[in-house]
């Protein structure tokens, strides 16, 4: 019978995650281009009308590479990535400036009603071309 792991705490805990919060510039700055480049493409394939239903998968792959942008745009706001960079201060600062409106909450209702009309619509779809 093997036993489980000892679960680290406190300093201990502290010390073995510290790997982890080193970053490589290059590294970083590498991936972020990545994305960017990913998402650009997946921007582009959007408009062509001749693609069709690879349309709607750029959609869906321009949708994940701004969650991944967002996801730099918390790193860095928590200093674990561009931590010298000007430039990547600045690209994430326009990344993240907020653009209050007065109707916010309600865009926000209106957003996940048609999000939640989308998504059943899609389902009804679906399961129609499963059953045809």
Known sequence: MTSSPAFREGSELIKATRVFGQEDARVTWKRFAATCTVALGAFAVTFVD????????????????IV??????????HGAV??????????????????AHEDDPVRAVRAALELHQAVATLTARARRSATT
């Open 50 to 65: 001749e693609l069709g239903p690879l349309r709607w998968v750029a959609a869906v792959i321009l949708g994940l590479t």
């Open 68 to 77: 991944r942008v967002f996801i730099f745009y918390h790193d860095c706001l």
């Open 82 to 99: 561009f931590r010298k960079s000007k430039l990547g201060h600045a690209l994430m600062a326009i990344f993240g400036v907020p653009v």
